[in-house]
């Protein structure tokens, strides 16, 4: 399977972003996803999951209550909502696969990763 990001861009404090993944070429409704994120200078971090029904979802602590995973198999397609921006959410967002279908914050578990989104937040 193949990930595309999309979605990213220039946001102020405060302001909502939508990002999509969308997978192209492997059995994505089988596959727990996770979105992940990596500011400049800094380490990859996990920010949301799911598992491959959507049952399961799981957030890093930071951005509980503001942001939201979901996924629509019918379209091969997770998407990350963010609302409330802050501009220590600037960064660029990946999405990830990992085929043994459970949500895991380490990165190391996913083995299918998407190319990247840029999002920057303005104060």
């Known amino acids: 399977v193949q990930l595309q990001a999309s979605g990213g861009g220039l946001a102020q404090a405060g302001d909502s972003l939508r990002l999509s993944c969308t997978a192209s070429?492997?059995?994505?409704?089988?596959?727990?996803m996770g979105w992940f994120r990596q500011a400049l200078g800094k380490e990859r971090e996990f920010v949301a999951g799911?598992?491959?029904?959507?049952?399961?979802?799981d957030y890093t602590d930071s951005v509980k209550g503001r942001f939201t995973v979901s996924r629509d198999n019918t379209k091969n397609t997770m998407y990350l909502q963010m609302n409330d921006l802050q501009p220590e959410d600037t960064a660029v967002y990946y999405c990830?696969?990992?085929?043994?279908?459970?949500?895991?914050?380490?990165?190391?578990?996913?083995?299918?990763w998407g190319q990247g989104t840029q999002v920057t937040v303005s104060s």
């Open positions: 990830a696969a990992n085929r043994r279908n459970f949500v895991s914050i380490s990165a190391s578990m996913y083995t299918i």
């Open positions: 799911l598992t491959a029904s959507g049952f399961r979802k």
């Open positions: 070429g492997g059995t994505f409704s089988s596959y727990a």
